[in-house]
């Protein structure tokens, strides 16, 4: 007698893969997606952008890893993941995190639909009924930046990441003349942008000084230095935004050695955000199990999916770590899908970043999030509830684009 369990999601047969492909789209900006088909017709959808580098994970999905998919049970997603993540060898790095994620989203997508249920109720049900979300307000000084966080207040956001330029330098981080999305990777050999750090030590609390001033206390703020600072600057600054109330400080110092975040730590209470770049639980552990952060960024598309990430958030609650995953427009829509049915489920959730993706992005991957008074709404549909139109998709050939590089004045090499 066929076991009961097998037969509530489909025979063996019904999930054998049959077909995988990887879809390279510029609807706006690059992505890369896998879309996984069984031989039962349910095909699942997987994020695969690494901005700058998207085809090497293309090209790694394409010759390393679809040939071992064909033939697999759908159903097997741990030793899937396994598979991909002990049978490389070379483990770990962003491009091999990242096609590992891509395949493990789409599983856990078609594991949905043959289970009939949203992702959220495959990972445990809803904690909570909307995610938070912060917006992206940026503006060229102190004034344009005070009036766009204005903006994002007047749109519903209860949380809001606030960049400002930096007198005396062209294109700093973070500052966009498209207001809505912010697309870094312009060119399709790296643009290089200036920095100077006493000048930005100087204006930035300022900023939020001038925030708190004109928006009073009650709206989050939020800041990222984007890992430009040293660890000793990083504490002067986590501790001159004290009197101002950050919801967090993100990359204050370049996370490799976590050891300057202890610096800050000595500081400081602001709270510290880091992960984005982060692609294992191997790059976080120390920061978590030293509480040397209080939010993990690390999200599913470049960090091993929603197996790996879900190991990740439950070793962050056993230290008071709450979840902050990254979601700026460089993520696809599917990420962020899977995104927010992890964050309806994560009990030590904490904010999801939401830069808007543009028109023609949100048309190629139609989806059923939603936004609403300040929260995402993930939706009911079986899986991440998000698809992509392969024929829209095709309208759109991969740009070659390169994310900037920084140098200081006097032409050294620094951090982006
Ligand atoms: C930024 C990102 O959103 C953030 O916190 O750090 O926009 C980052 O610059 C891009 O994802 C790089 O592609
Ligand atoms: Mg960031």
């Not at 999305?181 to 200036?194: H, K, Q, R």
Request: charged share 25%; proline share 6%; glycine share 8%.
């Amino acid at each position: 007698m066929a076991n009961p369990q097998s037969e509530a999601h489909g025979s063996s047969r019904d999930r054998e893969i049959v077909a995988a492909r990887v879809i390279v789209t510029c609807p706006g900006r690059n992505f890369v997606t896998l879309k996984i088909e069984t031989r039962s017709g349910v095909f699942g959808a997987g994020d695969a952008t690494l901005n700058g580098r998207e085809l090497a994970v293309a090209a790694y999905l394409e010759h390393h890893v679809i040939p071992n998919l064909i033939g697999r049970d759908a159903g097997r997603i741990e030793d899937t993941w396994q598979f991909f993540y002990r049978g490389a060898y070379w483990r770990r790095g962003p491009v091999t995190m990242t096609a590992i994620a891509a395949v493990d989203v789409a599983l856990w997508d078609i594991l949905g639909k043959m289970a009939a249920m949203p992702l959220y109720r495959l990972l445990g049900g809803r904690s909570r009924d909307g995610v938070l979300v912060y917006g992206h307000a940026n503006g060229r000084d102190i004034e344009e930046a005070t009036a766009e966080v204005g903006r994002y207040i007047s749109l519903g956001y209860r949380a809001v990441r606030a960049q400002c330029g930096v007198p005396g330098l062209k294109k700093p981080y973070g500052v966009s003349r498209l207001k809505d999305a912010y697309e870094p990777a312009e060119s399709e050999l790296p643009l290089e942008t200036e920095w100077s750090t006493p000048g930005y030590l100087e204006i930035v609390p300022k900023l939020f000084a001038r925030l708190r001033a004109e928006h009073g206390n009650e709206v989050e703020l939020l800041h990222d230095a984007h890992h430009r600072l040293m660890p000793v600057e990083a504490a002067r600054l986590a501790r001159d935004l004290e009197p101002h109330r950050l919801f967090w400080l993100e990359d204050a110092t370049p996370a490799d050695n976590p050891d300057g975040f202890e610096l800050i730590r000595r500081h400081s209470v602001t709270p510290l955000a880091v992960g984005e770049v982060f692609n294992s639980i191997w790059d976080s552990k120390r920061l978590i199990e030293g509480r040397l952060i209080d939010f993990i960024r690390s999200t599913i598309v470049h960090a091993g999916g929603i197996t790996h990430v879900r190991r990740i958030a439950d070793l962050a609650a056993m230290y008071q770590v709450r979840t902050g995953f990254h979601g700026a427009t460089d993520l696809s829509p599917v990420t962020m899908g899977a995104a927010l049915h992890f964050d309806t489920w994560a009990p030590n959730f904490g904010i999801q970043e939401y830069m808007r993706h543009c028109e023609q992005t949100d048309e190629v991957f139609p989806h059923d999030y939603l936004f609403r008074d300040g929260r995402l709404h993930c939706g009911e549909s079986p899986g991440h509830g998000v698809s992509i139109d392969e024929k829209l998709a095709a309208r759109f050939p991969y740009s070659p684009k390169q994310l900037p590089i920084a140098r200081l004045e006097d032409g050294s090499m620094w951090d982006w």
